[in-house]
T-cell receptor, first 114, second 113 residues
Framework: GQSLEQPSEVTAVEGAIVQINCTYQTSGFYGLSWYQQHDGGAPTFLSYNALDGLEETGRFSSFLSRSDSYGYLLLQELQMKDSASYFCAVRDPDAQAAGNKLTFGGGTRVLVKP | EAGVVQSPRYKIIEKKQPVAFWCNPISGHNTLYWYRQNLGQGPELLIRYENEEAVDDSQLPKDRFSAERLKGVDSTLKIQPAELGDSAVYLC???????????FGPGTRLTVL
């Protein structure tokens, strides 16, 4: 089975930088995804890392270390609208070639204060 | 482009009653997923379809849950009978081919009294 751990909650002020860590234990691994979900809203895709290293997309960056079974999402120049839950998710290696199965972590609730 | 559409958005039922959720994925997306999300937790996969075939239903409680995806487009998830523990948000998502990105609908919030 898959097991993912991430902090339950992080609080920061506008303009700050927040790093959300995700550690995983899996029997196999294709890649690590990150999703954002506002209260009452749908999860939306942020990033996917299949290889080690840092992927940057605007204010958000995602990092992966396969050897450490670890990744993180970096939120820079925090804005009030970034207050949401952030989920890491492992792509399941048992999935068939077409489509993919994700196993989600419990989520990190980020609260941005003025 | 329209996103994933789900209905109803909210449903309140008494325990032991049946309930059904409907999902219309993004046009052209061959893969469709149903997830259940409990409060304060991440989504958990219930079933995954490739076109009209259910390729992964290992986490679907088959004694009371059923799903179908006729013609490989719309899908319906049914619970009969509902139990108190079924209260959750039921999310539908879709993706195209081997894409790493899944597109989620707004979900149906089910409350079982």
């Amino acid at each position: 089975g898959q097991s993912l751990e991430q902090p339950s909650e992080v609080t920061a002020v506008e303009g700050a930088i927040v790093q959300i860590n995700c550690t995983y234990q899996t029997s196999g691994f294709y890649g690590l995804s990150w999703y954002q979900q506002h209260d009452g809203g749908a999860p939306t895709f942020l990033s996917y890392n299949a290889l080690d290293g840092l992927e940057e997309t605007g204010r958000f960056s995602s990092f992966l270390s396969r050897s450490d079974s670890y990744g993180y999402l970096l939120l820079q120049e925090l804005q009030m609208k970034d207050s949401a839950s952030y989920f890491c998710a492992v792509r399941d290696p048992d999935a068939q070639a077409a489509g993919n199965k994700l196993t989600f972590g419990g989520g990190t609730r980020v609260l941005v204060k003025p | 482009e329209a996103g994933v559409v789900q209905s109803p958005r909210y449903k309140i039922i008494e325990k032991k009653q049946p309930v059904a959720f409907w999902c219309n994925p993004i046009s052209g997306h061959n893969t469709l997923y149903w997830y259940r999300q409990n409060l304060g937790q991440g989504p958990e996969l219930l079933i995954r379809y490739e076109n009209e075939e259910a390729v992964d239903d290992s986490q679907l409680p088959k004694d009371r849950f059923s799903a179908e995806r006729l013609k490989g487009v719309d899908s319906t998830l049914k619970i009969q009978p509902a139990e108190l523990g079924d209260s959750a948000v039921y999310l539908c998502a879709s993706s195209f081919g081997d894409s790493n990105e899944q597109f989620f609908g707004p979900g149906t919030r089910l409350t079982v009294l």
